[in-house]
T-cell receptor
Framework: SQTIHQWPATLVQPVGSPLSLECTVE??????LYWYRQAAGRGLQLLFY??????ISSEVPQNLSASRPQDRQFILSSKKLLLSDSGFYLC??????????????FGSGTQLSVL | SQKIEQNSEALNIQEGKTATLTCNYT??????LQWYRQDPGRGPVFLLL???NEKEKRKERLKVTFDTTLKQSLFHITASQPADSATYLC?????????WGAGTKLIIKP
C-alpha cells in the first residue's frame, strides 16, 4: 500500500534562517506531488506541484522553492524565512491524472513557527 | 473571482442524528467535487469524489450531493458518532485546478 512520510512534525525557526522540509512517498511510481500551506480558518493554498522529476510548477510568488530530486521525494526550501511563512505545511501525492481531477493523499503536516 | 463557502461556525449534532454540511461556490464551474476529513494537527483524509454529471454518491454512512444549478454540495453523515467529530473540507476541481473551502468543524455530542 502507498504511504507518505513528511517531517518534521513541528519546527520553530528564527526569521532569516533557512528551511528544508522533506516528503517521501512509498508504494507508487511517478506520482504527482504537492506542497500546500494551511492558515488557521483558511482553505488550503497550493504552493507547488510536480508531475515528474525536476518538473516544478509554482502557484504563489514567495520566498519558498521546491525541488524533486527523485521520483518519490519532494522538498520545500527557503533561504531566508519571513514571519509570514509561519503556518501548517502539507505534502500530498496523487495519481498521474490532471491536477484537480485526482484525489489527494496527504502527509501528517509540519507546523512551522517563524519567530 | 472564484469563491467557496463552508459554514465557518461549528456544527453541533446529537449522536445518532444526521449531520449535514454545506459547500457553496460562485464564479466557478467545477467538473469534480471532493470532500475530506481533517483532524486537529493532521493532514486531510479523502472521503468522496463526485463528478458534475453525478447527482449523488454514497459510501457507508456518508452521502454527497452535487447540484450544479444551485452551485452547492451537501455532505451527509447518517447515524453520527462522536468519532465523526472533525473538520470537513470541500474542494472543487477542474482539469488544472483544485480550490479548497476553509472547512466546517463538526462536533457530535454523546
Amino acid at each position: 500500500s502507498q504511504t507518505i512520510h513528511q517531517w518534521p512534525a513541528t519546527l520553530v525557526q528564527p526569521v532569516g534562517s533557512p528551511l528544508s522540509l522533506e516528503c517521501t512517498v512509498e508504494g507508487t511510481s511517478n506520482p504527482n506531488l504537492y506542497w500546500y500551506r494551511q492558515a488557521a480558518g483558511r482553505g488550503l493554498q497550493l504552493l507547488f506541484y510536480s508531475v515528474g522529476i525536476g518538473q516544478i510548477s509554482s502557484e504563489v510568488p514567495q520566498n519558498l522553492s521546491a525541488s524533486r530530486p527523485q521520483d518519490r521525494q519532494f522538498i520545500l526550501s527557503s533561504k531566508k524565512l519571513l514571519l509570514s511563512d509561519s503556518g501548517f505545511y502539507l505534502c500530498a501525492w496523487s495519481g498521474t491524472g490532471r491536477v484537480g481531477n485526482e484525489k489527494l493523499f496527504f502527509g501528517s503536516g509540519t507546523q512551522l513557527s517563524v519567530l | 473571482s472564484q469563491k467557496i463557502e463552508q459554514n465557518s461556525e461549528a456544527l453541533n449534532i446529537q449522536e445518532g442524528k444526521t449531520a449535514t454540511l454545506t459547500c457553496n461556490y460562485t464564479n466557478y464551474s467545477p467538473a469534480y467535487l471532493q470532500w475530506y476529513r481533517q483532524d486537529p494537527g493532521r493532514g486531510p483524509v479523502f472521503l468522496l469524489l463526485i463528478r458534475e454529471n453525478e447527482k449523488e454518491k454514497r459510501k457507508e454512512r456518508l452521502k454527497v450531493t452535487f447540484d450544479t444549478t444551485l452551485k452547492q454540495s451537501l455532505f451527509h453523515i447518517t447515524a453520527s458518532q462522536p468519532a465523526d467529530s472533525a473538520t470537513y473540507l470541500c474542494a472543487l476541481g477542474s482539469n488544472y485546478q483544485l480550490i479548497w473551502g476553509a472547512g466546517t468543524k463538526l462536533i457530535i455530542k454523546p
